[in-house]
């Protein structure tokens, strides 16, 4: 080989070697270098900060809460304020299969106990076993004479010493009574001397409240305890002086709509079928829409 031949083949080399005497490969460089970037760009853009076009749906893992059920919940919204009612089952005592059957229902009743009656004594004890609110059904001379109110009853004959007597008497057949309220007594109840003698010895010695039935508007009864400072209250409603369940679930209707209204309420049922029958087709809605207190809790209230 001369010096000549072996200078072409240096130069040949140096133009392989030079790139800038082939701008075909810069370009692909530079265009692949374009290529990855904008693949980057796409990824870190639209993949991996999750963008989406459609709806976003949620992933739900197990063991991890919806994040619903995280929200918390003031206080004063989780227990809104609810309406109290107490239902009184008056004139227990007489019969005894009925009156357990009404103290099974679910519905915190309290019950008003007739003195000197086959089941009294049986019945109270088995109502506040219960936990329920007990009073004494305590019998007063009615208006009209076709009806007898019982014994231990208080009559408008009778001396200061003689109601006296004839109370304590009754008290001690319900010896846990919480209160008192009256059975008839529509004459009784609108006298106030009679009353008076009551209620001045509920408060003085029993300790008693006075739940007043209303067996006659003109009772004198709740505005005296009030007068004197004895913890009382007045009956709203009687459920079922019709004896049909759907006039008696119209009756609940209307207690629960007046509780509503006014925040508590007082209901006064007997022991009849037909009152169980309404009771137990409406205890459901009950529940629902009141608080189902005992007696003593309104009294407190
Ligand atoms: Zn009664």
């Not at 709806?55 to 893992?61: A, G, I, S």
């Not at 005592?93 to 309290?110: F, H, R, T, V, Y």
């Not at 400072?229 to 409603?237: K, Q, T």
Request: proline letters at 5%; charged letters at 20%.
């Amino acid at each position: 080989m001369c010096w000549n031949g072996i200078n072409k083949l240096a130069d040949r080399k140096k133009i392989k070697n030079n790139p800038r005497q082939r701008p075909w490969l810069t370009a692909s460089l530079l265009g692949l270098l374009l290529i990855i970037t904008l693949a980057a760009a796409f990824y870190f853009i639209f993949l991996r900060a999750g963008y989406t076009t459609g709806p976003v749906r949620p992933v739900y893992q197990y063991n991890q809460p919806h994040a619903s059920t995280r929200l918390i919940i003031p206080v004063s919204q989780k227990r809104p304020f609810i309406a109290k009612i107490a239902i009184v089952i008056d004139d227990i005592g007489n019969q005894k299969k009925l009156a357990e059957e009404i103290m099974a229902l679910d519905l915190n009743l309290s019950f008003s106990i007739l003195p000197y009656r086959p089941f009294s004594k049986i019945l109270a004890r088995k109502a506040v076993s219960l936990g329920r609110d007990v009073l004494l059904h305590l019998p007063m001379e009615p208006q009209d004479h076709k009806w007898n109110p019982g014994k231990g009853a208080l009559l408008l004959s009778m001396s200061r010493a003689d109601i006296l007597t004839t109370l304590t008497g009754d008290l001690a057949q319900v010896p846990m009574a919480a209160g008192v309220n009256n059975h008839m007594g529509s004459a009784f109840t609108e006298n106030r001397a009679a009353m008076g003698t009551v209620l001045t010895d509920l408060r003085q010695h029993k300790g008693l409240f006075w739940l007043d039935s209303m067996t006659t508007p003109r009772s004198v009864g709740f505005a005296m305890a009030r007068e004197m400072g004895l913890v009382s209250a007045r009956r709203d409603i009687f459920l079922d002086n019709i004896q049909k369940s759907t006039a008696i679930i119209k009756q609940l209707d209307k207690l629960v709509n007046l509780a509503r209204r006014q925040g508590h309420a007082i209901g006064i049922a007997h022991p009849h079928p037909e009152t169980l029958k309404a009771l137990k087709r409406y205890q459901y809605t009950l529940r629902q829409k009141v608080q189902l207190v005992g007696i003593k809790t309104i009294m407190l209230m």
